[in-house]
């Protein structure tokens, strides 16, 4: 054996020994032990060791933020103490993932996706974003409006405004309505092409008040639109 085979001979020895030193002194693990504390956890935060001084730190819950931002966000849409309010902080502590303005920019996407599915007579984008009751209502008046060989041409010019204006959660099932005001040029054209309904060159105000609603126990955070209604 060479010089330079004992001297890794001897290196290799000592490695070991030190291993099983160090697991002799630090021990094994198990699967026994316990998780590693999470101040942020509701549940380790309660047995957090306290302070040196004799002190009780509270640390901040993961969650309080999340809560105060809720609830700022509902009096910040409507009034303490109004049926809206009151109807919306029900919603949130049935369904705490609900945030509201979350929720209006998701109406407002919807609504503009499903004013040009109609237009278009695009069956299969309705259908995903429509009860059964209310795609029923839809898919009748585009069909008698292709019976007739009536187009409808559409420019979607944008909402200006969008407000919650009803709360209401009924079992498992939450139902939130929402007034939209909105710009639409729509113009309909007859087989010949004779414009029959609407103007290709003016702009309208379109009041709508839609409720959208989802079951509460869902894994789906999709929302169905349930009833339509125009103010106008």
């Known amino acids: 054996m060479g010089a330079n085979d004992f001297i890794t001979l001897f290196f290799l020895v000592a490695a070991v020994l030190i291993f099983l ?11 026994h032990e316990k998780p590693p504390v999470d101040p942020f956890s509701a549940r380790d935060a309660a047995r957090a060791p306290a302070a040196d001084d004799g002190k009780v730190v509270t640390l901040p819950r993961r969650d309080q933020a999340d809560d ?53 007579g695009d069956r299969k984008a309705l259908k995903n974003l429509l009860s059964k009751e209310v795609f029923d209502g839809f898919e009748a008046a585009i069909a008698d409006r292709e ?9 979607f010019v944008g909402i200006d405004k969008a407000d919650i204006t009803q709360v209401v959660v009924k079992g498992h099932e939450e139902q939130v309505t929402v007034r ?3 710009q639409l040029i729509s113009a309909t054209y007859d087989k010949a092409g004779t414009l029959v ?14 409720t959208f609603a989802r079951d509460i126990r869902s894994r789906d955070p999709n929302w169905k639109l349930v009833a339509t209604e125009s103010e106008q």
């Not at 609830?71 to 902080?89: H, I, M, Q």
């Not at 509201?100 to 278009?120: H, S």
């Open 21 to 31: 030193q160090l697991r002799s002194v630090l021990g094994r693990r198990t699967g």
């Open 68 to 120: 105060e931002t809720r609830w700022s966000e509902v009096d910040a849409l409507s009034k303490p103490g109004t049926p809206l309010n009151d109807g919306l902080r029900e919603l949130i502590k049935a369904d705490p993932t609900f945030r509201p303005k979350e929720f209006l920019n998701g109406a407002r996407m919807a609504y503009e996706m499903i004013v040009m599915a109609f237009a278009d």
């Open 147 to 155: 019976s007739r060989g009536e187009v409808v041409k559409s420019s």
């Open 180 to 182: 939209i005001v909105s």
């Open 197 to 210: 309904d609407g103007d290709a060159e003016t702009v309208a105000e379109v009041i709508d008040i839609w």
